[in-house]
């Protein structure tokens, strides 16, 4: 028998396993990154929303880097030297940059800043300001601002004609200046403006003048509610009603404070007190003050999810519902001729009757209020039908409400899409059957009645919106201020200037030609031309 029949066993074995190294070395590196390709160009090809878009992209590419560090680990065929820089240096660096820095992101999750994590916030650094009142916040007007997206709980205000070439009639600044963190908006009675802001480890309730920005009073509570995304302090709007200022903090806490002083009258721990857990973004539902009751989404179990207050005493009126809270505010509405309380909770949206909490009825509106957040509020439209929208590729629905002989309610989906108005961080406008809003940072309309696009242009980010007569008033996520005729046949922007700096998710306050925004730094305050 020759010498290479009697190797060739060998040979082959060693072939085999060569062959093997080879695919372990060579493609199994090219397929992750194939893969982490096809994935990536997936995502941006299909119609989903930015920020699944841009996610998608992080965490494939963090995932691929992963993997690929293990395979060189495992089967890199270098020196130790290049083997130790390689898997364990850029990891390190990255262990080592999150441990001593902080990332803010904008509302599609990209980074918006970096600062230091032990550094001091700029909020620390602002003085408490010295209370000057008291002053009367009972003297209401026509163009009162008084509550979470104005006088009826939907950002459109009538009684106001812009005008909109902003070239000719530019807005003017009135005053501009430092605010505690935050994303709570200005509610406006008179002459007044009450936020809450967090400055250091108080979490305050703040009133000042609508034209100079002087402070007239404070309030404090020890506290700082903080979240890597969804950054520091308050995020409810204050319902200013008969001379009281009614707050809900993102802990949870709801005061009734005096409108001269800003001194609390009454107050409940409503987490602690309904066995409720606080929801991963913070509390951000303003209270619903009604004739005279105070209703906060509290998220309790066993029939503690919306409490009813008396608004003079704090004592507990009535109480319903066993589902955790979303970030929307309770929103009342008459349908079938009974007054309802509209709740979206985490996964479903449910109506109370008024007068005793008693649920009416109720539907699927998905979601988890640690992951996919609901934020948007339900909108009522004539013919008792329901319109409801959220981000996360979730997308909207219409729901038509109806009563039998007996008075019993029933809710049945009309249309839905996934394509349509993905409001994540904002709400919409109506202006007859046409439905706007930010659709993924896009401006979006829609026609109510088909559920079909009419069109969607402009990229404002993750900003809030108030449609002011015929025009759709914009604050974009960078701080910019933009007008948009409200004109379901085209989409035609109008005029648009800076008016803060930073990133703004605060929904803006108008009464009468005074715009009052604000973000997580600063606030400002522009008196807009009118027509003539």
């Known amino acids: 028998m020759s010498k290479s029949t009697e190797t060739s066993p060998e040979k082959t074995a060693h072939r085999e396993r060569s062959k093997g190294l080879r695919i372990v070395r060579y493609v199994i590196p090219s397929l992750i990154a194939l893969l982490a390709i096809v994935i990536i160009v997936g995502a941006w090809t299909k119609e989903l929303t930015r920020d699944y878009q841009i996610a998608t992209t992080e965490i494939t590419g963090l995932v691929s880097c992963f993997l690929l560090t293990i395979w060189f680990a495992c089967f890199g065929n270098f020196t130790k030297r290049i083997w130790y820089v390689v898997a364990f240096a ?8 999150c441990l001593l820095l902080k990332i803010e992101y904008t509302g599609d999750m990209l980074p918006a800043r970096i600062v230091w994590r032990w550094g001091a916030t700029e909020d620390s650094r602002l003085a408490v300001p010295d209370s000057t009142g008291p002053i009367d916040l009972t003297k209401t007007t026509a163009s009162d601002y008084p509550r979470f997206l104005g006088p009826d709980g939907i950002p459109i205000v009538n009684d106001v004609s812009l ?224 319109f409801l929208s959220k981000g996360y590729g979730i997308g909207c629905a219409l729901l038509q409400i109806e009563a039998d002989a007996a008075g019993l309610f029933s809710a049945k989906q009309l249309w839905a899409s996934a394509r349509l108005m993905n409001t994540k961080l904002t709400n919409v406008v109506v202006k007859g ?43 974009t996520e960078r701080g910019e201020i933009a007008l948009v005729a409200a004109n379901p046949d085209e989409f035609q922007e109008l005029s648009r200037f800076q008016a803060i700096e930073g990133k703004t998710w605060n929904n803006p306050a108008l009464t009468g030609r005074y715009l009052l925004v604000r973000n997580h730094q600063e606030a400002a305050c522009y008196k807009l031309p009118l027509v003539e």
């Open 90 to 97: 850029p990891w390190a660096v990255l262990g080592v940059a």
């Open 163 to 386: 005008a909109t070439d902003w070239n000719v009639l530019a807005p003017e600044l009135v005053w501009r200046q430092p605010i505690g963190a935050g994303w709570s908006a200005f509610a406006i009675v008179g002459d007044y403006a009450v936020t809450q802001e967090q400055r250091g480890d108080r979490e305050m309730v703040v009133c000042y003048e609508v034209k100079t920005g002087h402070v007239v009073w404070t309030h404090s509570d020890p506290g700082r509610f903080t979240s890597a995304l969804g950054g520091d302090g308050p995020r409810a709007t204050p319902t200013l009603s008969d001379g009281k200022v009614y707050t809900h903090g993102a802990g949870g806490l709801l005061n009734c404070l005096d409108g001269a002083t800003g001194e609390r009258f009454w107050s409940h721990d409503t987490l602690s007190e309904n066995n409720a857990e606080n929801i991963g973004w913070g509390k951000s539902g303003s209270p619903l003050v009604v004739e005279e009751l105070v209703i906060v989404s509290v998220g309790g179990p066993a029939g503690r999810s919306l409490i009813a207050y008396d608004k003079h005493d704090g004592t507990e009126v009535w109480n319903a519902g066993n589902d955790p809270s979303s970030y929307a505010t309770p929103v009342l509405a008459t349908i079938g001729g009974v007054r309802q309380v509209l709740s979206i909770n985490q996964h479903r949206i449910a109506a109370h009757r008024l007068e005793d909490g008693k649920e009416l009825w109720s539907h699927p509106w998905l979601g988890d209020s640690n992951s996919n957040a609901t934020a948007s509020q339900p909108v009522l439209l004539p013919g008792d039908r329901v």
């Open 433 to 475: 059957p046409y439905i706007f809003g930010l659709s993924g940072g896009i401006l979006e309309c829609i026609d109510s009645q088909t559920g079909e696009r009419r069109w969607k242009r402009g990229r404002y980010g993750h900003g809030q919106n108030i449609l002011v007569d015929n025009v759709i008033l914009i604050t």
